[in-house]
């Protein structure tokens, strides 16, 4: 399909209402896979944990502590026989993942919402998680310079709708949402010169999930555009330090437990174990599950995904240093986007990054570098819009994934399929940067990107 029909022709016509028909029946799929399920999930998700830490937050105790998370469990939603189960045998962070890891400062921005009860809190969540994602696509639009009512546009927002992802992030109610809205319209921000602005709303992504943010900030900083990044780090530090000062007065010993749970998520058989000690490893996406596929160590993977994650890396940052001026940003920061999770722990969820290269590809759809954007077009859609994890997760529950882990290939490239295509999409990113700074050829290092 061309995006570069004349409006009035017949086919341009029938492309638009086809797309139009592929947006209602996305946006119909987004809805139910996405906040109605959240909706139903009243008693346990994902944004409950941090809601509950940030409550003893707020009331000087500590975050990080499973037992006061259990103590003050909140009485509208259901108290789950596990969670004093687990509490007593010391699993909660080993099996549950609960309480979560997040940073200080994450406490410092839910904090408005975790003053509510936890039925309107739930509820008032719902609602910012569905702007979010409503955010992201607008800005991202925006960023790629997609017309309003072109078919680049309509396919753009029926594929972001459709992203599983998005989906798992809006019915877990993940805070990952809230994050990549402010990267994204950080990004606009940006390019519309808005520092400052552009500085507060990257503080925001970086204070509630570090790993998402920081990837942003430094590309800004290589950039030279130090104005983002210093408001950004001051506005982080800014959170740090509330937070660290409502710790103290509170007299919470917090540090250690942080550090505890930290340590005991990356365990064997915790629920961010790569290996198959863990039953819910095919909802991880770091690469660290492929390369775990492929050697049977932990140690040789671990090896793999930062040695695999650093080449790249340092790629990057040598095509970022040869940009030019007036080069396309939105090329770099999605292959940055999709580097950044390559080497450490990224949950299903944390692939609503691929918003970015999904962006990116439908704006060069017709241009120079159209052969690698349909290549990554198209990998997004073949793997992504799929939940391709909870799949073979709901096969090895009722016992159909014998099949496939009986043969090499589907230990080895099946079941972590989401991992090396993540791989393949960074060097089909990173191809694309290289030839996009060779058709530019710019006389003299980047001064400024936008």
């Known amino acids: 399909m061309s995006f570069n029909r004349n409006p009035g022709e ?6 638009g209402m086809l797309l139009a028909i592929c947006l209602v029946c996305a946006g119909a799929e987004c809805v139910i896979r996405g906040p109605l399920r959240f909706a139903q999930a009243h008693d346990f998700n994902d944004f409950i944990s941090p809601y509950v ?7 000087g105790n500590d975050p990080y ?6 103590e003050m469990w909140p009485p509208e939603a259901k108290h789950f026989d596990f969670l004093s189960r687990n509490l007593a045998d010391g699993t909660l962070v080993t099996k549950r993942g609960i309480p979560s890891a997040y940073p ?25 998680t569905a702007l979010s994602l409503g955010l992201t696509a607008a800005s991202l639009l925006s960023a790629a310079n997609l017309l309003p009512w072109s078919l680049r546009s309509f396919g753009f927002l029926s594929l972001t709708l459709g992203l599983a992802p998005f989906h798992t992030a809006l019915a877990t109610g993940n805070i990952v949402t809230v994050a990549v809205a402010a990267s994204a319209a950080g990004v606009w921000a940006a390019g519309q010169r808005r520092d400052a602005l552009a500085g507060i709303l990257f503080a925001i992504s970086v204070g509630l999930k570090p790993q998402i943010g920081l990837p942003f900030c430094f590309y800004y900083l290589v950039s030279k555009r130090w104005r983002i990044p210093a408001i950004a780090g001051a506005l982080v530090a800014l959170l740090f330090a509330i937070a660290l000062i409502r710790s103290a007065a509170g007299g919470a010993p917090w540090l250690q437990n942080y550090l505890y749970d930290n340590r005991i998520l990356f365990t064997p058989g915790s629920v961010d174990d790569f290996t198959e000690r863990n039953p819910v490893r095919f909802g991880l996406v770091n690469f660290q599950v492929a390369a775990y596929a492929l050697t049977q160590s932990r ?15 340092v790629t990057w940052l040598w095509q970022a240093t040869k940009q030019g001026r007036a080069s396309d940003s939105l090329l770099p920061l999605s292959t940055l986007a999709v580097i950044s999770l390559l080497p450490v722990y ?3 969820y944390d692939a609503t990054l691929l918003v970015y290269p999904l962006a990116w590809s439908l ?14 077009l198209g990998l997004i859609a073949a793997i992504f819009l799929v939940p391709g994890g909870t799949i073979l997760e709901q096969m090895q529950h009722t016992g159909r994934l014998g099949t496939v882990g009986n043969h090499w290939w589907g230990n080895v490239i099946v079941l972590p399929h989401e991992s090396w295509s993540l791989a393949v999409l960074s060097l089909l990113l990173l191809r694309a940067f290289h030839r996009q700074n060779a058709i530019a050829k710019p006389a003299s290092p980047v001064q400024h990107l936008s």
Do not use: K
């Open 104 to 128: 200080l400062s994450a406490f410092v921005l839910i904090a408005p919402i975790a003053v509510l009860p936890w039925h309107v809190a739930h509820t008032l969540w719902l609602i910012i």
């Open 53 to 59: 830490q940030t409550r003893a937050w707020i009331q």
């Open 299 to 313: 140690t040789a993977a671990i090896v793999a995904a930062l040695a695999m994650a650093g080449a790249a890396g």
């Open 346 to 348: 990224h949950r299903f």
């Open 10 to 15: 017949p086919a341009h016509r029938i492309a």
């Open 363 to 376: 704006a060069a759809f017709n241009g120079p570098l159209r052969t690698t954007a349909r290549s990554t």
């Open 65 to 70: 502590s499973p037992r006061n998370l259990v």
